[in-house]
């Protein structure tokens, strides 16, 4: 962080308001000639004064200029807009004045200004973190996932945690060497907001940013962009002993195919209220499905309740499964009226009983739940769920149970609805602060782009069981947008999108982008990002 002060001072022209030879008087009212000032050149030596103070500024705003940095992936990025046409009243000096860094400090501020990447960050933390990173997307994590999860009713709030770890015995000298203070994280404010998180209001306070009014490029979008199988999105940690064993062992431990004995001899067990209750090995029942002809392979999405736009907790991939109604009419169908069907993993048999899972679907869903042992045409490695997978469509990523052993129908009544948490909605008590999700993804904080030569936005939208029809891009902080209807699309698939746009002059763009859903849903939570446009992209 910047140690220098510089001593500002104020320059009275009084001389050029004087007219030229104009002499003092003593008290007679007699001119005296020793006393009077000479302001000849009045005018050259008030500009040169006024020359001398741009160029000390001049100096100043190169000192305080935005930090060009080289990530790690080569990437240039500015994380500060250049205030190339700030000329302000009170401005007066050429190309503007470094209100940005000067006043406002603005490189040192954010979590930007130590962190490179946020997910680094949580990948490599000594306690293990949820996996809410997707390299493979290139998602760009910002406070704003962190604050989906540390809310102040989840007993991890946000300020809590984060105060400790950066003022704590651990960190704390570490954040205080490198100059780190409450400033460096929040924005005090005289308008009763109190100390809000920089991150959340720079741009609203930033000059540079360029606003463009109906911003517009070329869009097009799809449904069958398709992630890797090997970087399919994976819900590691949080759900279970299993999920937790290869978090900390790390997936590069566990990417190998377990042998296929152990894949062929997984027992399937369908239970409870059906008429002819049986247990299965998987590989007898993937034969029999393909010979009856009842096999499916498909697109389809696994997205996560708590991906906040930005998020990368979101994956479109070819599936390979059996639907669980043949499964069900394998056993005889149910012997009674039955409210739904809980999942069955593994880890959840106790003294050779079967218990649940802490999810199931009710009997509407059945159509949309298949037992998949193939994704991207592979078997399934131990992330994904090895050697099988419950796959819900239509539903958050939470109902996807690992290692599954099997289906209970059942009469009871659970709570299905909360189960099947299409979107988070604050448990019911607010609106949904990620349905519809649209995401941007590839664009870091200030990525340098080209002036005058166009630049392709791209990224997702998903609103879970809801169908996308329409996307809206702004550049002028939402004062106006520009629309997009992409017509009837597939819930089931998310709607991966491009947005070409061409910036006409340097500076600073950022792009905010929402979605609409089939029933009027609109995001509130409009992910923000920001490029630097610059006519040499070296400097």
């Not at 001398?52 to 060009?68: F, H, L, S, T």
């Not at 994380?79 to 009243?89: L, N």
């Not at 999920?243 to 004995?261: F, R, S, T």
Request: one cysteine or more; glycine letters at 10%; hydrophobic letters at 30%.
């Amino acid at each position: 962080m910047r140690k220098k002060f510089v001593w500002m001072t104020a320059v009275l022209l009084a001389g050029s308001f004087l007219a030229v030879g104009c002499a003092q008087q003593n008290p007679a009212g007699e001119s005296d000639a020793s006393a009077e000032p000479q302001y000849a050149n009045s005018i050259e030596e008030a500009e040169a004064v006024l020359a001398k103070e741009n160029e000390r500024w001049q100096e100043i705003n190169k000192e305080y200029a935005p930090e060009i940095r080289t990530l790690e992936d080569g990437t240039k990025v500015q994380r500060t807009p250049s205030e190339y046409q700030c000329y302000h009243w009170n401005r007066p000096y050429e190309k503007g004045t470094s209100y940005n860094n000067y006043f406002l400090d603005a490189d040192n501020r954010g979590c930007g200004a130590c962190h490179e990447d946020l997910g680094d960050a949580l990948s490599n933390m000594e306690y293990a973190h949820p996996t809410v990173w997707n390299d493979a997307l290139g998602s760009k994590l910002t406070v704003d996932q962190c604050m989906l999860c540390h809310s102040d009713d989840d007993g991890y709030e946000m300020g809590t945690v984060m105060h400790a770890v950066h003022y704590g015995e651990r960190n704390g000298t570490n954040f205080e060497d490198r100059g780190g203070k409450c400033i460096s994280c929040h924005n005090i404010t005289e308008n009763g907001n109190g100390a809000e998180l920089w991150d959340e209001v720079k741009y609203d306070h930033l000059d540079g940013i360029v606003k463009v009014k109906d911003v517009q490029g070329e869009f097009k979008f799809d449904q069958d962009t398709t992630t890797a199988p090997e970087d399919m999105f994976t819900y590691d940690w949080i759900h279970s002993n299993y999920d937790h064993l290869i978090h900390i062992m790390g997936k590069n431990v566990l990417d190998a195919e377990l042998p296929q004995d152990f894949v062929d001899n997984w027992e399937v067990t369908i239970n409870g209220l059906v008429n002819k209750p049986y247990t299965a090995k998987l590989a007898d029942l993937i034969a029999e499905a393909e010979r009856a002809g009842v096999t499916v392979t498909k697109l389809s999405k696994i997205h996560c309740v708590d991906n906040m736009p930005g998020g990368g907790g979101i994956s479109n991939v070819e599936i390979t499964g059996i639907p669980l109604n043949w499964l069900i009419e394998k056993g005889g169908g149910a012997s009674k009226d039955i409210t739904g069907v809980l999942f069955d993993r593994r880890e959840f048999r106790t003294n050779g009983e079967m218990t649940h899972s802490n999810r199931g679907v009710p009997e509407a869903s059945f159509d949309n739940v298949y037992l998949v042992y193939e994704i991207g045409g592979k078997r399934l490695d131990p992330s994904q769920g090895s050697p099988c997978i419950n796959w819900v469509e239509g539903c958050d990523a939470q109902s996807f149970v690992k290692q599954c052993m099997g289906y209970t129908l059942t009469d009871e009544e659970k709570p299905w609805s909360d189960w099947m948490m299409n979107g988070f909605n604050t448990y019911g008590e607010g609106p949904y602060i990620n349905k519809p999700n649209a995401t941007v993804l590839k664009v870091p904080e200030g990525m340098i782009i080209e002036t005058g030569k166009p630049f392709t936005f791209e990224g997702y939208a998903d609103a879970y069981d809801e169908a996308v029809t329409k996307l809206e891009f702004s550049m002028d902080n939402g004062k106006t947008w520009t629309a997009y209807d992409l017509g009837q699309t597939d819930p089931r698939q998310w709607v991966y999108w491009h947005y070409t746009w061409t910036p006409e002059t340097d500076g600073s763009y950022v792009l905010t982008v929402r979605g609409t859903t089939e029933t009027g849903l609109v995001s509130v939570n409009n992910q923000k990002v920001m490029v630097t446009a610059k006519s040499n992209v070296e400097g």
